[in-house]
């Protein structure tokens, strides 16, 4: 059923040679090569040992209950080297491949310092809205019962209840670009009130055209603040921007590989004039492929492909920009929740989301760029689970 692909790592230069930078939207040649990877045998690779434990931070005895209440047994590496440096309030950069725990590892010593000082205000920028209400979640997970309040500002959503909401007290905002400088035009936001920053996926703030907005957020923050940037991927631009808003960063690299390599990645080839649908079809009558995340290039087309599932009798939702806010959280949550086998989405699902047990991930089209390739597969193969991610090739 697969066509496999003899590995080339020579086109992994060539290649990402090509695509850096803004402009990397319009480039899709991708070398077939690139899709194919046999994932690592489980056991393996050395067991990560942590320099610290949770219980050694120097953080508040209620939020060390609070992250052992919610399972989180040793600090990933990622949590293990940033949290330290973060208490101590040092700017970071923290380079990690995806579903290394980075959410926590800012919410932690951030709700630390906010328990410290009542008076503190964080924000954190996000580049999609699903990012946005994932990392609240999250929050609200930490800070249960703490008298630390948040607020969501994102686009698609009532921003009448959003100002309502900033009306009343908060400590963290969290929001998408767009949204947040639409409430700062408004006087609904006074940035230099925050004392604390954090740019969260901030290559693909980037990547969405977000740059001057990014840049208008920062230059309405105090010149003296806490910065902690965090990506998955680094360009000449985004290494342009850690200049710009970043005072003497402490880099944290903790990426070894651009893929995942709990994730068997593989091919499927559509000969001319053959069937794409009907080899979707094919796959998707396999009982193995239990939780599907399917990527497709256009809204349109990911709606009609949606619809076309539903009407072949699958269990199918889809998320894309032109779905409101409401519908696409309710989409995710039928996911989340196994009442929908498949969902079908835009590249606005292939970043920091985090789906439990998606264990595949198909490239009904090909990404437009490596980059994004290497964040949809991302979305399975996590928490130490292997995963498998094929890509239709025409």
């Known amino acids: 059923m697969y066509n496999n692909y003899p590995r080339q790592r020579r086109f992994r230069k060539s290649f990402s040679r090509?695509?850096?930078?803004?402009?990397?939207?319009?480039?899709?040649a991708i070398n077939p090569a690139l899709f194919v990877n046999k994932a690592a045998v489980i056991g393996i690779a050395e067991r990560f040992k942590p320099e610290h434990s949770f219980q050694d931070f120097a953080i508040e005895e209620q939020l060390k209950r609070a992250i052992s209440a919610k399972g989180y047994h040793e600090p990933t590496p990622i949590q293990d080297r940033i949290i330290p440096l973060a208490l101590q309030g040092a700017d970071v950069l923290g380079i990690a491949d995806t579903g290394t725990g980075k959410t926590a590892a800012f919410l932690i010593p951030l709700i630390n310092k906010i328990l410290h000082n009542r008076r503190e205000r964080v924000l954190v920028l996000a580049p999609t809205r699903e990012l946005?209400?994932?990392i609240e979640e999250e929050l609200k997970g930490f800070a249960r019962g703490m008298g630390i309040f948040s607020v969501c500002t994102v686009g698609g959503a009532s921003i009448g209840r959003q100002i309502n909401a900033l009306g009343r007290s908060h400590n963290f905002i969290i929001a998408t670009p767009g949204r947040l400088r639409d409430l700062i035009n408004r006087g609904k936001i006074q940035l230099a009130r925050f004392g604390t920053v954090v740019l969260d996926e901030a290559d693909r703030m980037l990547d969405m055209g977000f740059i001057d907005d990014m840049r208008f957020v920062m230059a309405a923050m105090p010149a003296k603040r806490h910065t902690l940037f965090f990506c998955a991927t680094i360009s000449r631009d985004i290494e342009k921007l850690i200049g710009e808003f970043l005072s003497n960063p402490a880099r944290i690299s903790v990426k070894t590989r651009d893929t995942c390599e709990n994730v068997d990645q593989d091919v499927v080839r559509i000969t001319r004039g053959g069937d794409k649908l009907?080899?979707?079809?094919?796959?998707?009558?396999?009982?193995?492929?239990?939780?599907?995340?399917?990527?497709?290039?256009?809204?349109?087309?990911?709606?009609?492909?949606?619809?076309i599932l539903v009407g072949r009798g699958f269990k199918a939702e889809s998320i894309h920009g032109n779905k409101s806010q409401s519908t696409r959280q309710r989409a995710l949550a039928l996911f989340k929740g196994n009442v929908a086998r498949i969902l079908v989405a835009t590249d606005?699902?292939?970043?920091?989301?985090?789906?439990?047990n998606v264990s595949h991930v198909i490239n009904y089209d090909v990404p437009a760029t490596y980059e994004d390739y290497i964040h949809r597969i991302g979305r399975t193969g996590r928490n130490g689970k292997q995963g498998k991610a094929l890509t239709f090739i025409e």
Do not use: C, M
Request: proline share 2%.
């Open 348 to 356: 606005v699902a292939a970043r920091g989301l985090d789906i439990p």
């Open 278 to 307: 009907a080899a979707l079809y094919d796959l998707l009558g396999n009982k193995e492929l239990s939780k599907v995340l399917i990527f497709g290039r256009t809204k349109h087309g990911v709606e009609k492909l949606s619809k």
């Open 18 to 28: 090509q695509s850096s930078g803004r402009n990397s939207r319009r480039f899709n």
């Open 132 to 134: 946005a209400l994932q």
